[in-house]
């Protein structure tokens, strides 16, 4: 009778489930550790900019009693709707949810400092300088320059 082959430990968090998706694989852990982690996982995943992941609960059918971890999952995600998760759903066998992240938005750019009003000796002076270098100026560069001159 041929010997069943051994396979190589995997590194803690993969699958051996063939995924495109990156993949966070729960069995074996308490309700309290998997939900943490996942929680973590997820917000990781969401800042390296992933769109959607997947997360492997298993069916429970080694747990006694009922199964902990596709409950605690999926309570998780449906807290972390909105914010966190645009959808999720459990795929059709069962112990594994396919989950769509939200894009997180870009940080709104700093507000502009209102110029003050320009005193006309000043731009003047601006608008020399620029020409002394070749530049032309462009409103930007006038409020710049007027900046600079002015030691702020």
Known sequence: MPRKRRRPPLSPGTSRWDSPYPT???????ADAARSRAERWLRSQQAAGER???IITGRGLHSIGPP???AEID?????????LVATFEAEPAGGVYSVELTRLRAPAPPPRRPTPPADPALRLRAEE???????TPTEELLAA???RLRGG
């Open 52 to 54: 959607t992941v997947r």
């Open 68 to 70: 902990v971890l596709p």
């Open 129 to 135: 300088s620029l020409a002394e270098l070749g530049v």
């Open 75 to 83: 309570h998780l995600l449906t807290t972390l709707k909105g914010p």
């Open 24 to 30: 966070l694989d729960l069995h074996g852990e308490t």
């Open 145 to 147: 320059e007027m900046e």
